[in-house]
Protein backbone atom coordinates (compact mmCIF):
# COMPACT_ATOMS: atom_id res chain seq x y z
CA UNK A 1 0.00 0.00 0.00
CA UNK A 2 2.99 2.47 0.25
CA UNK A 3 3.86 4.53 -2.65
CA UNK A 4 7.33 5.71 -3.65
CA UNK A 5 7.26 9.50 -4.28
CA UNK A 6 8.05 10.34 -7.81
CA UNK A 7 8.09 13.78 -8.21
CA UNK A 8 9.61 16.86 -10.34
CA UNK A 9 11.92 18.82 -8.21
CA UNK A 10 11.71 22.18 -8.53
CA UNK A 11 13.99 24.16 -10.76
CA UNK A 12 16.43 25.43 -7.61
CA UNK A 13 18.71 23.68 -5.79
CA UNK A 14 17.99 21.71 -3.18
CA UNK A 15 19.92 23.37 0.44
CA UNK A 16 22.02 20.27 1.44
CA UNK A 17 24.63 22.49 3.52
CA UNK A 18 22.11 23.62 6.02
CA UNK A 19 23.30 23.56 9.98
CA UNK A 20 20.72 20.77 10.78
CA UNK A 21 22.85 18.73 13.13
CA UNK A 22 22.59 21.23 16.28
CA UNK A 23 21.40 19.69 19.73
CA UNK A 24 18.08 21.34 19.47
CA UNK A 25 17.48 19.80 16.14
CA UNK A 26 18.75 16.11 16.81
CA UNK A 27 16.42 16.07 20.37
CA UNK A 28 13.18 16.59 17.78
CA UNK A 29 15.03 13.55 16.05
CA UNK A 30 15.10 11.58 19.26
CA UNK A 31 11.09 12.83 20.35
CA UNK A 32 9.78 12.02 16.73
CA UNK A 33 11.72 8.57 17.06
CA UNK A 34 9.98 7.55 20.64
CA UNK A 35 6.83 8.47 19.46
CA UNK A 36 6.80 6.33 16.38
CA UNK A 37 8.07 3.32 18.76
CA UNK A 38 5.82 3.99 21.25
CA UNK A 39 2.98 4.31 18.97
CA UNK A 40 4.22 0.58 17.33
CA UNK A 41 4.00 -0.97 21.06
CA UNK A 42 0.46 0.31 21.07
CA UNK A 43 -0.54 -0.89 17.71
CA UNK A 44 -1.34 2.51 16.75
CA UNK A 45 -0.01 2.01 13.26
CA UNK A 46 -0.86 0.38 10.13
CA UNK A 47 2.40 -1.65 8.63
CA UNK A 48 4.72 0.72 7.08
CA UNK A 49 2.06 3.23 5.63
CA UNK A 50 1.14 5.73 8.40
CA UNK A 51 3.46 8.83 8.84
CA UNK A 52 4.29 11.14 11.94
CA UNK A 53 5.90 14.82 11.17
CA UNK A 54 7.69 17.86 12.45
CA UNK A 55 8.69 21.29 11.56
CA UNK A 56 12.60 21.32 12.07
CA UNK A 57 13.43 23.56 14.87
CA UNK A 58 14.58 27.22 13.20
CA UNK A 59 13.39 26.25 9.86
CA UNK A 60 9.67 26.42 9.46
CA UNK A 61 10.15 25.33 5.50
CA UNK A 62 11.22 21.84 6.45
CA UNK A 63 9.74 19.31 8.00
CA UNK A 64 11.27 15.64 9.70
CA UNK A 65 9.37 12.84 8.57
CA UNK A 66 9.67 8.62 8.72
CA UNK A 67 11.08 7.37 5.79
CA UNK A 68 9.61 5.05 2.87
CA UNK A 69 9.69 1.65 3.72
CA UNK A 70 10.08 1.14 7.65
CA UNK A 71 7.92 -0.02 10.56
CA UNK A 72 7.18 2.54 13.04
CA UNK A 73 9.36 -0.14 15.60
CA UNK A 74 12.19 0.37 13.26
CA UNK A 75 12.65 3.93 13.42
CA UNK A 76 15.11 5.69 14.90
CA UNK A 77 16.83 9.30 15.15
CA UNK A 78 19.19 9.17 12.26
CA UNK A 79 17.05 7.38 10.21
CA UNK A 80 14.40 10.03 10.08
CA UNK A 81 14.31 12.07 6.57
CA UNK A 82 14.71 16.27 6.89
CA UNK A 83 12.74 17.41 3.52
CA UNK A 84 11.27 20.81 2.04
CA UNK A 85 7.92 21.64 0.74
CA UNK A 86 9.25 20.63 -3.15
CA UNK A 87 9.83 17.36 -2.28
CA UNK A 88 13.61 17.45 -1.80
CA UNK A 89 15.37 15.64 0.63
CA UNK A 90 17.72 17.84 2.77
CA UNK A 91 19.21 15.58 5.00
CA UNK A 92 19.08 11.70 5.76
CA UNK A 93 19.32 8.36 3.58
CA UNK A 94 15.81 7.35 2.00
CA UNK A 95 13.06 9.16 0.43
CA UNK A 96 9.44 9.48 2.09
CA UNK A 97 6.15 7.87 1.06
CA UNK A 98 4.09 9.82 -1.06
CA UNK A 99 0.88 10.31 0.29
CA UNK A 100 3.06 11.20 3.47
CA UNK A 101 4.86 13.93 1.38
CA UNK A 102 1.77 15.52 -0.27
CA UNK A 103 -0.37 15.39 3.49
CA UNK A 104 2.36 16.32 5.72
CA UNK A 105 4.24 19.19 3.22
CA UNK A 106 0.99 21.06 2.19
CA UNK A 107 -0.35 20.84 6.00
CA UNK A 108 2.95 22.75 7.30
CA UNK A 109 3.28 24.69 4.68
CA UNK A 110 -0.53 26.04 4.33
CA UNK A 111 -0.87 25.61 8.17
CA UNK A 112 2.42 27.09 10.27
CA UNK A 113 0.70 27.03 13.54
CA UNK A 114 0.92 23.10 13.08
CA UNK A 115 4.69 21.92 14.52
CA UNK A 116 3.56 18.39 14.26
CA UNK A 117 1.29 16.83 12.25
CA UNK A 118 0.88 12.59 13.10
CA UNK A 119 -1.57 10.22 10.43
CA UNK A 120 -2.57 6.93 11.40
CA UNK A 121 -5.01 4.32 10.91
CA UNK A 122 -5.17 3.53 14.38
CA UNK A 123 -7.87 0.72 15.07
CA UNK A 124 -10.15 2.57 17.11
CA UNK A 125 -10.16 6.08 15.95
CA UNK A 126 -10.22 5.06 12.24
CA UNK A 127 -13.76 2.42 13.12
CA UNK A 128 -15.22 5.73 14.25
CA UNK A 129 -14.18 7.45 11.09
CA UNK A 130 -16.33 5.00 9.38
CA UNK A 131 -19.55 5.11 10.69
CA UNK A 132 -22.67 7.89 10.11
CA UNK A 133 -23.12 11.16 12.15
CA UNK A 134 -19.97 12.26 14.01
CA UNK A 135 -17.20 10.23 15.17
CA UNK A 136 -17.24 12.03 19.00
CA UNK A 137 -20.20 11.87 20.90
CA UNK A 138 -18.81 13.47 24.39
CA UNK A 139 -20.01 10.61 26.52
CA UNK A 140 -16.76 9.56 28.57
CA UNK A 141 -14.20 12.17 30.35
CA UNK A 142 -11.51 11.52 28.08
CA UNK A 143 -12.99 12.68 24.47
CA UNK A 144 -13.60 16.31 26.41
CA UNK A 145 -10.02 16.77 25.89
CA UNK A 146 -10.77 17.58 22.61
CA UNK A 147 -14.23 19.21 22.66
CA UNK A 148 -14.65 22.10 19.76
CA UNK A 149 -11.35 20.88 18.03
CA UNK A 150 -12.41 18.32 15.90
CA UNK A 151 -13.29 18.98 12.13
CA UNK A 152 -14.36 15.87 9.92
CA UNK A 153 -13.33 15.20 6.39
CA UNK A 154 -16.62 14.09 5.14
CA UNK A 155 -15.07 13.58 1.26
CA UNK A 156 -12.66 10.59 0.82
CA UNK A 157 -10.94 11.15 -2.27
CA UNK A 158 -8.77 7.93 -2.52
CA UNK A 159 -4.99 7.86 -1.98
CA UNK A 160 -3.09 11.55 -1.53
CA UNK A 161 -0.88 11.28 -4.64
CA UNK A 162 -0.65 14.63 -5.36
CA UNK A 163 -0.79 18.54 -4.36
CA UNK A 164 -4.61 19.29 -4.58
CA UNK A 165 -5.49 16.34 -2.42
CA UNK A 166 -3.08 17.32 0.31
CA UNK A 167 -4.05 21.10 -0.65
CA UNK A 168 -7.64 19.67 0.38
CA UNK A 169 -7.39 17.90 3.54
CA UNK A 170 -5.12 21.10 4.80
CA UNK A 171 -8.30 23.62 3.59
CA UNK A 172 -10.21 20.95 5.67
CA UNK A 173 -8.63 20.68 8.80
CA UNK A 174 -8.81 24.86 9.00
CA UNK A 175 -8.31 26.00 12.47
CA UNK A 176 -9.23 22.44 14.23
CA UNK A 177 -6.26 20.02 15.64
CA UNK A 178 -8.14 16.82 15.16
CA UNK A 179 -9.47 15.36 11.83
CA UNK A 180 -11.24 12.59 11.41
CA UNK A 181 -10.88 11.49 8.07
CA UNK A 182 -14.14 9.73 6.52
CA UNK A 183 -13.36 6.13 5.26
CA UNK A 184 -9.80 6.65 6.13
CA UNK A 185 -8.29 7.32 9.68
CA UNK A 186 -7.17 10.40 11.70
CA UNK A 187 -4.88 13.49 11.99
CA UNK A 188 -3.70 14.93 14.73
CA UNK A 189 -2.03 18.27 14.61
CA UNK A 190 -0.46 20.43 17.54
CA UNK A 191 2.14 23.14 18.17
CA UNK A 192 4.83 20.41 18.98
CA UNK A 193 5.74 16.93 19.04
CA UNK A 194 4.92 16.08 22.80
CA UNK A 195 1.34 17.33 22.32
CA UNK A 196 0.84 15.71 19.13
CA UNK A 197 1.75 12.29 20.86
CA UNK A 198 -0.25 13.13 23.84
CA UNK A 199 -3.58 14.08 21.75
CA UNK A 200 -2.72 10.64 19.04
CA UNK A 201 -2.46 8.78 22.51
CA UNK A 202 -6.08 9.44 24.09
CA UNK A 203 -7.93 10.29 21.09
CA UNK A 204 -7.35 6.30 20.21
CA UNK A 205 -8.38 5.64 23.40
CA UNK A 206 -11.41 8.26 24.34
CA UNK A 207 -12.70 5.96 20.43
CA UNK A 208 -12.19 2.62 22.47
CA UNK A 209 -13.85 3.28 25.16
CA UNK A 210 -16.71 4.97 23.29
CA UNK A 211 -17.05 2.05 20.73
CA UNK A 212 -16.84 -0.36 23.95
CA UNK A 213 -20.14 1.55 25.47
CA UNK A 214 -22.15 1.78 21.77
CA UNK A 215 -21.11 -2.20 22.00
CA UNK A 216 -23.11 -2.75 24.72
CA UNK A 217 -26.51 -1.48 23.09
CA UNK A 218 -27.72 0.99 25.47
CA UNK A 219 -28.16 4.64 24.74
CA UNK A 220 -25.02 6.50 25.55
CA UNK A 221 -25.36 9.93 27.87
CA UNK A 222 -23.31 12.86 26.48
CA UNK A 223 -22.31 15.23 28.73
CA UNK A 224 -24.16 18.67 29.07
CA UNK A 225 -22.23 20.89 26.55
CA UNK A 226 -21.41 23.91 28.79
CA UNK A 227 -20.19 20.89 30.91
CA UNK A 228 -18.31 19.55 28.26
CA UNK A 229 -16.88 23.03 27.04
CA UNK A 230 -15.50 23.49 31.04
CA UNK A 231 -13.78 20.41 30.79
CA UNK A 232 -12.21 21.02 27.76
CA UNK A 233 -10.63 24.26 29.20
CA UNK A 234 -9.70 22.82 32.37
CA UNK A 235 -8.11 19.79 30.27
CA UNK A 236 -6.45 22.83 27.49
CA UNK A 237 -4.71 24.75 30.26
CA UNK A 238 -2.63 21.80 31.18
CA UNK A 239 -2.24 19.81 28.34
CA UNK A 240 1.38 21.84 27.56
CA UNK A 241 3.03 20.75 31.08
CA UNK A 242 0.84 17.02 30.53
CA UNK A 243 1.92 16.36 27.32
CA UNK A 244 5.34 16.94 28.40
CA UNK A 245 5.78 14.82 30.94
CA UNK A 246 4.21 12.02 29.21
CA UNK A 247 6.89 12.24 26.21
CA UNK A 248 9.38 11.75 28.93
CA UNK A 249 7.89 9.13 30.40
CA UNK A 250 7.68 7.24 26.76
CA UNK A 251 11.76 8.60 26.47
CA UNK A 252 12.56 6.87 30.14
CA UNK A 253 10.77 3.44 28.88
CA UNK A 254 12.31 3.35 25.90
CA UNK A 255 15.62 4.37 27.15
CA UNK A 256 15.28 1.04 29.50
CA UNK A 257 14.04 -1.33 27.03
CA UNK A 258 15.44 -0.05 23.64
CA UNK A 259 17.54 2.47 23.69
CA UNK A 260 18.79 2.14 20.65
CA UNK A 261 16.10 4.51 19.32
CA UNK A 262 18.27 7.34 19.93
CA UNK A 263 20.88 6.02 17.43
Given at each position: ??????????????????????????????????????????????????????VVPG???????????????????????????????????????????????????????????????????????????????????????????????????????????GDRI??????????????????????????????????????????????????????????????????????????????????????????????
Amino acid sequence: MAHELNIKKASHTPRHNLPLDGEEIWQARIDLAACLRMAARLGLEEGICNHFSAVVPGHPDLFIVNRLGWAFQEATASSLLICDFQGNVVAGDGVPEATAFYIHARLHKMSPRVGAAFHTHMPNATALSMVEGEPLVWAGQTALKFYGRVAVDENYNGLALDQNEGDRIASVLGDKDILFMKNHGVMVCAPNIAEAWDDLYYLERAAEVQLKAMGSGRRLVPVLPAVAAEAARQMREGDPDSARMHLESIRRVLDRQAPDYRN
